[in-house]
T-cell receptor, first 116, second 114 residues
């Protein structure tokens, strides 16, 4: 069975600080996909990134970066120079094809509060 | 606009009632997924349909049911509603073509049971 763990339920930082959100996953499949979503206070789910299990290249997009390490089954997300607008709940999610379906399994989420 | 349309956006109803949530997937997507997000909770997978057939089932209560129609839109039916069913319900559809694989989420239906 697949599982995603986000051990940090809540993080509070001051604007301009760097912050890393941790994500650890479990799957028996060799082919799988990892995702990060942002859920601002308005409630919608905003897609941030997807990664497949064969692509361990780290990625940077502006102030956002992701570190994918298969050896530790982790897919961590770093925000550099955080801003108040980054305040949201962030979800890490996993999809594999081991089950009959290919649903996304979400972690419990990390609530990030960026204070001015 | 994400391409996945959920209606209604908000719904307030009384305990014991029945409601239907509707989802139209992104054009060309055959899979539809339903998720429930209770207050301060994570996203719980309820059920998946693929091209009209049930594909996978998660933690969906017996009071809840879903279906996907020939035009690929899906409906989630919630009956004998309880206060604890108050939640944000998301629908998503998926595309797995090589250039644009992933999941697209609707904006959700916020259900309040009073």
């Amino acid at each position: 069975a697949q599982k995603v763990t986000q051990a940090q339920t809540e993080i509070s930082v001051v604007e301009k600080e760097d912050v890393t959100l941790d994500c650890v996953y479990e799957t028996r499949d060799t082919t799988y996909y990892l995702f990060w979503y942002k859920q601002p206070p308005s409630g919608e789910l905003v897609f941030l990134i997807r990664r497949n299990s064969f692509d361990e290249q780290n990625e940077i997009s502006g102030r956002y970066s992701w570190n994918f390490q298969k050896s530790t089954s982790s897919f961590n997300f770093t925000i550099t120079a955080s801003q108040v607008v980054d305040s949201a709940v962030y979800f890490c999610a996993l999809s594999d094809f081991g089950n009959a379906g290919n649903m996304l399994t979400f972690g419990g989420g990390t609530r990030l509060m960026v204070k001015p | 606009d994400s391409g996945v349309t959920q209606t209604p956006k908000h719904l307030i109803t009384a305990t014991g009632q029945r409601v239907t949530l509707r989802c139209s997937p992104r054009s060309g997507d055959l899979s539809v997924y339903w998720y429930q997000q209770s207050l301060d909770q994570g996203l719980q997978f309820l059920i998946q349909y693929y091209n009209g057939e049930e594909r996978a089932k998660g933690n969906i209560l017996e009071r809840f049911s879903a279906q996907q129609f020939p035009d690929l839109h899906s409906e989630l039916n919630l009956s004998s509603l309880e206060l604890g069913d108050s939640a944000l319900y998301f629908c998503a559809s998926s595309s797995w073509d090589s250039s644009n694989y992933g999941y697209t989420f609707g904006s959700g239906t916020r259900l309040t049971v009073v």
